[in-house]
């Protein structure tokens, strides 16, 4: 089992800068790739924002965001660089950890609680 625990969240102004973080602990062995996931509304499901495996030769990144958003990783930490945060940005946001990239884009197997974003105009 993978315990995924993420902090960093909170409220800010629109353009102004998030990091979030994640930290895994537990069987770490078994998962390779880690990365975020966010939803937008209760309603819909949790969409994929960016992620990347251990050597960070594999990275994926929501379109949209690429230009904003820089995904890293420091062991069996990742990291979620926000800037130029928008309204439209506000989430829950969700470490998620699966043991390819391939699979995590689809089903991680694990998640954390979340981390709400929110931001302000």
């Known amino acids: 089992q993978v315990q995924l625990v993420e902090s960093g969240g909170g409220s800010v102004q629109v353009g102004g800068s998030l990091r979030l973080s994640c930290a895994a602990t537990?069987?770490?062995?078994?998962?390779?790739?880690m990365g975020w996931f966010r939803r937008l509304d209760p309603r819909y499901e949790r969409e994929v924002v960016a992620?990347?495996?251990?050597?960070?030769?594999i990275t994926i990144y929501d379109t949209g965001l690429k230009d904003r958003f820089t995904v890293s990783r420091a062991g069996n930490t990742v990291f979620l660089q926000m800037n130029s945060l928008r309204p439209e940005d506000t989430a829950m946001y969700y470490c998620?950890?699966?043991?390819?990239?391939?699979?995590?884009?689809?089903?991680?197997?694990?998640w954390g609680q979340g981390t709400q974003v929110t931001v302000s105009s």
């Open positions: 992620g990347l495996d251990s050597g960070g030769q």
């Open positions: 537990g069987d770490t062995s078994s998962v390779n790739c």
């Open positions: 998620a950890a699966h043991a390819d990239c391939d699979n995590w884009k689809k089903r991680p197997d694990y």
